[in-house]
Nanobody, 116 residues
Framework: QVQLVESGGGLVQAGGSLRLSCAAS????????MDWYRQAPGKQRELVAG???????NYADSVKGRFTISRDNAKNTVYLQMNSLKPEDTAVYYC??????????WGQGTQVTVSS
């Protein structure tokens, strides 16, 4: 049984920062690609950032230079540092684990609201 638990969301003014955390239970973390997705009201869920088991990262164009994804394998945790936040970053942010393309898991989501 794998569980992903996000934390760190909240309300912040434009230009501010937040750090999201996703703690994973189970033994798959080290071998998994970990991603952050987000879904704004009325929009499709979109990939924000990802990090492979080897540490390679990728970002959506809309967040490049502002967001940083990282992972701590000793703590089974992936982070998303979000700087220079904009109102259009407002969404529910979801943690996602892709275990060797065999299984995938989702967290329950955490709300991020950026006020103008």
């Amino acid at each position: 049984q794998v569980q992903l638990v996000e934390s760190g969301g909240g309300l912040v003014q434009a230009g501010g920062s937040l750090r999201l955390s996703c703690a994973a239970s189970g033994r798959i973390f080290r071998a998994s690609t970990m991603d952050w997705y987000r879904q704004a009201p009325g929009k499709q869920r979109e990939l924000v950032a990802g990090i492979t088991s080897g540490g390679s990262t990728n970002y959506a164009d809309s967040v490049k230079g502002r967001f940083t994804i990282s992972r701590d394998n000793a703590k089974n945790t992936v982070y998303l540092q979000m700087n220079s936040l904009k109102p259009e970053d407002t969404a529910v942010y979801y943690c996602h684990a892709d275990f060797l393309r065999l299984n995938e898991y989702w967290g329950q989501g955490t709300q991020v609201t950026v006020s103008s």
